[in-house]
C-alpha cells in the first residue's frame, strides 16, 4: 500500500483525526466500505483494524479515517507520502 493523500481532519496536537488515501488496487476490487482491514506500521508492531471509509474502483484506493490514540495509531498518522 502506498499513501496517495493526507488529510489532518483536526489539527489538535494530542488526538489528531487523520484521513489516509491509500493506493491499494487487491483491496480496492474486492472491498466495500464499512468492512475492515487490517495492518502493520512496522514489521514488528502490532496489527490494528481500520474500518475502510471509501473506496474508489477507478483510481484502485481506499480512504481511512483513524484517531491517533495509541502508539500504532500515532506512528500511523506520522507516515507521509
Not at 494530542?14 to 493506493?23: D, E, Q, S, T, Y
Amino acid at each position: 500500500m502506498q499513501i496517495v493523500e493526507k488529510t489532518i481532519l483536526t489539527p489538535i496536537s494530542k488526538g489528531r483525526i487523520v484521513r489516509l488515501k491509500l493506493f491499494a488496487p487487491q483491496i480496492a476490487q474486492k472491498a466495500k466500505p464499512g468492512q475492515f482491514i487490517v495492518l502493520m506500521v512496522t514489521e514488528e508492531g502490532e496489527r490494528i483494524p481500520l474500518t475502510i471509509a471509501d473506496v474508489d474502483k477507478q483510481e484502485n484506493t481506499i480512504t481511512l479515517i483513524f484517531q491517533e490514540v495509541g502508539l500504532t495509531t500515532t506512528l500511523l498518522g506520522r507516515l507521509d507520502k
